[in-house]
């Protein structure tokens, strides 16, 4: 069995969680917040997913500035949780967002779980997702926060 990675973070946002949920669902809209260059193919702007919706992602990685990933939205519910699967071969990454009202607002928690790289990226990958995954993280939840704060 392959080895798996966690990180994980959250961002409270002042904004009711079916509102926050409505952003989310409308993945065309992640590029907006995406702390790299994003976009996704094969679902229109301002269409929620569905569980079971696909489409094709396209982001950056070190060396691979335009990276596809075939996506499905493997649960959808409104307005607590969104968990998107992005496939590349045999390899999953599983990203879940979890919504739960805080005071006025709501606290959005993001986890993503990867493969664990081999060898030496492999013994190394504890610091390189300390010092740069989890801060893209952080960052895009910010800008994420940034985004539904300033609509409306």
Same mark, same amino acid.
Do not use: C
């Given at each position: +069995?392959?080895?798996?990675? &966690? *990180?994980?973070?959250?961002? %409270?946002?002042?904004?009711?969680? @079916?509102?926050?949920? #409505?952003?989310? @669902?409308?993945?065309?809209?992640? $590029? ?6 994003? /976009?996704?193919?094969?679902? $229109? $702007?301002?269409? %929620?997913?569905? &569980? ?10 070190? !060396? =691979?500035? =335009?990276? /596809? !990933?075939?996506?499905?939205?493997? $649960?959808?519910? @409104?307005?607590? /949780? ?21 005071? #006025? ?6 986890? +993503? ?6 060898? *030496? ?14 801060? =893209? *993280? ?12 300033? #609509?409306?």
């Amino acid at each position: +069995m392959a080895r798996r990675a &966690t *990180v994980v973070s959250s961002v %409270q946002v002042e904004r009711p969680p @079916a509102e926050v949920f #409505s952003y989310l @669902a409308d993945v065309a809209r992640h $590029a907006e917040w995406s702390p790299k260059a994003y /976009r996704v193919e094969g679902i $229109a $702007a301002g269409e %929620q997913v569905v &569980t079971g919706s696909t489409f094709t992602s396209y982001g950056w990685l070190p !060396n =691979d500035k =335009d990276h /596809r !990933n075939e996506v499905e939205a493997t $649960a959808v519910e @409104a307005p607590s /949780r969104l968990v998107l699967t992005s496939s590349e071969g045999d390899e999953k990454v599983v990203n879940t967002f979890t919504l739960s009202p805080a005071g #006025s607002g709501t606290e959005v928690e993001r986890v +993503m779980d990867l493969p664990r790289p081999s060898g *030496v990226v492999g013994v190394l990958f504890p610091l390189i997702s300390t010092l740069l995954i989890k801060p =893209d *993280v952080a960052k895009g939840l910010g800008k994420f926060k940034a985004a539904l704060e300033s #609509s409306g």
